[in-house]
Structure formats: C-alpha cells, structure tokens
C-alpha cells in the first residue's frame, strides 16, 4: 500500500526547504550511476544517512528524520532505526525515459519520499510483485508518500529543470 500526504510539513519547514534545501550552499554530489550496477543513469546527491554505516553525514540529516518520522507515527507506522537517507537531484536525461526498477535493501523496510521542488516530470512508479505498475505518483512541491519496501519502484526523468526528492528508509 502506498500512503500519500500533502500536509506532512509545517510552513517553516517549507521556508527552509525553499530557502536552504534549494538555495545555492547545499553541495550535491555526482553519482554516475544512481542504482548500483546500472550505468547511464546518473545524479547528483546529497548523503543525509549513509547506506552503509547508518552513519550522519550532513547537517540537514535531523530535519529529514524529523519529517519521516513525524510520516510515519501519522500512519502508524514503525519507525525505530533510519537505515539511510539522501536527497537525490536529477535533471533531464534525453537518452534515458526512466531509471532502472529497483529495491533499496534487500530485506524488509519502509521507504518514504518527498518531493521537495515542482517538477515538470519525474514520476515515480510503484510496481507489484510481478512487475506492473500499481501506483503513480506524480511530483508535487512538499508531497510526502511512503510504502513498505519490497515492491520495485523508479522514476522518469523530468523533462525539463531538476527533480529533487528527499529519500529516507527505514525499519
């Protein structure tokens, strides 16, 4: 199941997404391939929680767990360790439609997701276990959506601009 929210931030954490998230001091950082062993289809990114280590890596980490946290106990959902976080910023890629279908970790764990800037492009898909499509999930400035880890997801390029998403999971 896939849980949309749209009221998740509070007006101040909106000014400091628009204001600092977004501004021009946060260093984003390429990656050459945004799902490990699929080359072509690259990012940049800005490690809040690292992957391997659960370790913080940036100064902007507290305000993001904050938020998934606050998503997940609205959705009475379990939130006890982050097991990372980033923010993924990805601009137009003519040769790619979508990046690849993938899972974050390979055990079970909760994802959650909010999309940070307007868009024009870069949805987010969720597939099932046989690989269809059983949720869209078009960008919306400050919409939240989570979902239980497992299924596959990816995302479309945006055509033109930048897609930035914050990407926090957990267990």
């Not at 600092?20 to 946060?26: A, F, K, R, S």
């Not at 890596?57 to 946290?69: C, M, N, T």
């Not at 998503?71 to 959705?75: E, K």
């Not at 006890?80 to 976080?85: A, C, E, K, S």
């Given at each position: ?48 929680i ?20 606050r ?5 009475k ?60 999930i ?14 596959s ?14 990407v926090?999971?957990f267990i």
């Open positions: 199941m896939v849980i949309e929210d749209e009221s998740i931030l509070i007006p101040e954490e909106k000014d400091y997404i628009k204001n600092v998230i977004l501004g021009e001091n946060i260093p984003f950082y390429w990656m050459k391939e945004s799902v490990a062993g699929e080359f072509g289809e690259p990012c940049f990114t800005h490690t809040l690292h992957r391997d280590t659960q370790e913080i890596h940036s100064e902007h980490a507290d305000f993001f767990k904050k938020i998934a946290k998503f997940a106990d609205r959705h959902i379990p939130c006890n360790v982050f097991l990372r976080g980033c923010i993924n910023l990805t601009c137009p890629q003519p040769q790619l439609a979508k990046s690849a279908a993938h899972v974050d970790h390979d055990f079970p764990h909760y994802q959650f997701l909010l999309h940070l800037n307007k868009s024009n492009g870069g949805s987010t898909f969720i597939l099932d276990s046989k690989k269809k499509v059983i949720k869209t078009k960008p919306k400035q400050f919409r939240g959506f989570g979902f239980k880890g497992g299924p997801h990816y995302m479309t390029f945006p055509k033109s601009g930048r897609r930035v998403v914050a926090l999971t």
